[in-house]
């Protein structure tokens, strides 16, 4: 079992940034495949990106690619996710979840991820 945990999530207007954090606790989380999605308001739950358990592959949604840098820190049990040149169309709520053996390459759907936090508001301002 592994439990998650997002923070950083707030207002923010366009054009700004913010760094999300997921912290995991139970079992080694540095052996899990690790991604963020996110939902808005009447919309499906949508991949963003996600990084494996060295940090060594990564895989962007395209809505994301150049904007959002996702990274990790396993002696802190930590992954987080930073938002850079926030749009409108990023506000949503956010979720980490996890998995393990899993290649970030494949590993990007909703339904390949066992684990879940219960996600942090982002909401961008135009």
Same mark, same amino acid.
Do not use: H
């Given at each position: 079992? *592994?439990?998650?945990?997002?923070?950083? #999530?707030?207002?923010?207007?366009? !054009?700004? +940034?913010?760094?999300?954090?997921?912290a995991? $606790?139970?079992?080694?989380f540095?052996?899990?495949?690790?991604?963020?999605?996110?939902?808005?308001?009447?919309?499906?739950?949508?991949? *963003?990106?996600?990084i494996?358990?060295s #940090?060594?592959?990564t895989?962007? !949604?395209? +809505?994301v690619?150049?904007?959002?840098?996702? $990274?990790?820190?396993?002696a802190?049990?930590t992954?987080?996710?930073?938002?850079?040149?926030?749009?409108?169309?990023?506000?949503?709520?956010?979720?980490?979840?996890?998995q393990?053996?899993?290649?970030?390459?494949?590993?990007?759907?909703?339904?390949?991820?066992?684990y879940?936090g219960?996600?942090?508001?982002?909401t961008?301002?135009?």
């Amino acid at each position: 079992q *592994v439990q998650l945990v997002e923070s950083g #999530g707030g207002l923010v207007q366009a !054009g700004g +940034s913010l760094r999300l954090s997921c912290a995991a $606790s139970g079992r080694a989380f540095s052996i899990y495949t690790v991604g963020w999605f996110r939902q808005a308001p009447g919309k499906e739950r949508e991949f *963003v990106v996600n990084i494996n358990w060295s #940090g060594a592959s990564t895989y962007y !949604g395209d +809505s994301v690619k150049g904007r959002f840098t996702i $990274s990790r820190d396993n002696a802190k049990n930590t992954v987080y996710l930073q938002m850079n040149s926030l749009k409108p169309e990023d506000t949503a709520v956010y979720y980490c979840a996890a998995q393990s053996a899993c290649s970030p390459y494949t590993c990007n759907k909703e339904g390949d991820y066992d684990y879940w936090g219960r996600g942090t508001q982002v909401t961008v301002s135009s």
